[in-house]
């Protein structure tokens, strides 16, 4: 038994696990940045797949029989190869999840014109993940993409509230909302995202419905525990939170208050021994 791992290369996906603690209070998490080695947004698919697989096992190590890759771009590049090559091999009895599935799974229920669009990083959006599994569950859905790389920066610069991030925000959905005139749905495909929804709200037309992922990837979560008591028997509930970075803890403590909502005390982990 042990506690359920959270997986991202940097900050992002603390925003999915605030959502996760929110709908499953009673279990305990973990939650590991590979902050030293972010971002992984541009970076090929072998290093991602061998970074993420690095921090897979290491909450492996640490207890976890379920790990949430709580990163699209780690869900994009590492999640399917994990699945089906990997853990058959270092653990057949332990599970890997990612934040694609769930958010495609609900994007065709949403959609009135089934025109969507995607704005995420470079890596998630050149590894076509949105399209192919959108595809899959609802073939009839039109998919537009973007690619955002100066959000990122924003956001882990704290300048995301600032007026000079409008000029960024405006310019993107410029962009994706030119490709066509009856998206009505826009999925926030970087879990950084959500902290520019107010700004992004601002800048969009009346009528376009913004998807951020932690709450569907909350709800998913729930549903999968449901569906799966031998998991769920496995998992530890006291309720409690550890924080784990591969980078500075003091730096780490401070941006995650941002992304988390609350202050944290988190570890180092050192990347080069994972």
């Not at 869900?75 to 934040?99: E, Y």
């Not at 959905?173 to 107010?198: E, M």
Request: hydrophobic fraction near 40%; charge should be negative.
């Amino acid at each position: 038994m042990g506690p359920i791992g959270v997986f991202d290369s940097g900050y992002g996906g603390l925003t999915v696990l605030k959502e996760i603690v929110a709908e499953l209070p009673q279990y305990d998490y973990i939650y590991l940045g590979d902050n030293a080695r972010a971002p992984y947004g541009n970076r090929g698919f072998d290093t991602i797949h061998t970074y993420t697989l690095q921090c897979v096992k290491k909450l492996f190590d640490m207890g976890c029989p379920l790990v949430v890759l709580a990163c699209n771009t780690a869900s994009a590049k590492a999640l399917r190869t994990i699945q089906q090559k990997d853990l058959p091999h270092i653990a057949p009895d332990k599970r890997v999840l990612g934040v694609i599935r769930p958010t495609t799974e609900m994007v065709g229920t949403i959609t009135q014109s089934n025109e969507v669009a995607i704005l995420a990083t470079n890596g998630t959006v050149s590894s076509q993940s949105y399209p192919i599994e959108i595809a899959k569950f609802f073939p009839d859905v039109k998919v537009f993409q973007q690619a955002c790389p100066m959000w990122v920066p924003l956001i882990e610069n704290n300048e995301h509230e600032n007026e000079g991030a409008d000029y960024f925000v405006k310019e993107y959905l410029d962009k994706i909302l030119s490709q066509s005139n009856n998206i009505d749905t826009l999925v926030l495909a970087c879990t950084h995202y959500p902290l520019l929804l107010r700004k992004i709200k601002q800048h969009l037309p009346a009528g376009i419905t913004v998807l951020a992922q932690g709450k569907i990837v909350a709800r998913s979560l729930k549903d999968y525990l449901h569906r799966h008591p031998e998991m769920e028997q496995r998992l530890t509930k006291t309720g409690t939170r550890s924080f784990n970075t591969t980078d500075d803890p003091g730096i780490f403590d401070q941006m995650a208050e941002i992304f988390f909502g609350q202050k944290v005390a988190s570890a180092k982990i050192d990347a080069d021994h994972l």
